[in-house]
T-cell receptor
Framework: DAGVIQSPRHEVTEMGQEVTLRCKPI?????LFWYRQTMMRGLELLIY????????DSGMPEDRFSAKMPNASFSTLKIQPSEPRDSAVYFC????????????FGDGTRLSIL | GQQLNQSPQSMFIQEGEDVSMNCTSS?????WLWYKQDPGEGPVLLIA?????ELTSNGRLTAQFGTTRKDSFLNISASIPSDVGIYFC???????????FGKGTRLSVIA
């Protein structure tokens, strides 16, 4: 069975550039979560969706960050303009039925902003 | 807000040794989850606990839901090199809300 698929796996870009991260959740899952992982702060929840609708975006660090879920099988996390402090690993996860159910994670996008 | 505190933060052990780690909170949790993250990959669910006092095993891993509902424990018996990684505990903040994750215990196994 296909798990959560994220792309790209790695992204290196210069500060000021727009960055778009992509996620395909597990088919049938109705919750989708975006996380950021750093050594200092661990796993931080940025935003989550239920049935394609954003429910809580209070973890999004700044207006430079935005996320969309145009349909049940695709979501994007965009950073514009990017800054060096955005360098981190970004994970997408999905779950079924309730927000408190076990989540299935993708393998992440390792983002480096130079 | 609710926080999950994991200890130890990191540990170095010899292959074959048993490992114990724990997760505590100042708030009650009704579900405890344990994940493992291999280097370069996303966290993977190891064990889920849903009842106070519950003891659940998955191979060499055993996890327990503390009776106070404010803690959980993970034990690994006879560690092997592939046990290397970061172990996270997680639980829902309340009701139908997303999981809160601890900062993880980083395990290194010396062959």
């Amino acid at each position: 069975d296909a798990g959560v698929i994220q792309s790209p796996r790695h992204e290196v870009t210069e500060m000021g550039q727009e960055v778009t991260l992509r996620c395909k959740p597990i088919s049938g899952h109705d919750y989708l979560f975006w996380y950021r992982q750093t050594m200092m702060r661990g796993l931080e929840l940025l935003i989550y969706f239920n049935n394609n609708v954003p429910i809580d975006d209070s973890g999004m660090p700044e207006d430079r960050f935005s996320a969309k879920m145009p349909n049940a099988s695709f979501s994007t996390l965009k950073i514009q303009p990017s800054e060096p402090r955005d360098s981190a690993v970004y994970f997408c996860a999905s779950s079924l039925g309730r927000g408190d159910q076990p989540q299935h994670f993708g393998d992440g996008t390792r983002l480096s902003i130079l | 807000g609710q926080q999950l505190n994991q200890s130890p933060q990191s540990m170095f052990i010899q292959e074959g040794e048993d490992v114990s780690m724990n997760c505590t909170s100042s708030s009650i949790f009704n579900t405890w989850l344990w994940y493992k993250q291999d280097p370069g990959e996303g966290p993977v669910l190891l064990i889920a606990l849903y009842k106070a006092g519950e003891l659940t095993s998955n191979g060499r891993l055993t996890a327990q839901f503390g009776t106070t509902r404010k803690d959980s424990f993970l034990n690994i018996s006879a560690s092997i090199p592939s046990d290397v990684g970061i172990y996270f505990c997680a639980g829902p903040r309340a009701g139908n809300t997303p999981l809160v994750f601890g900062k993880g215990t980083r395990l290194s196994v010396i062959a």
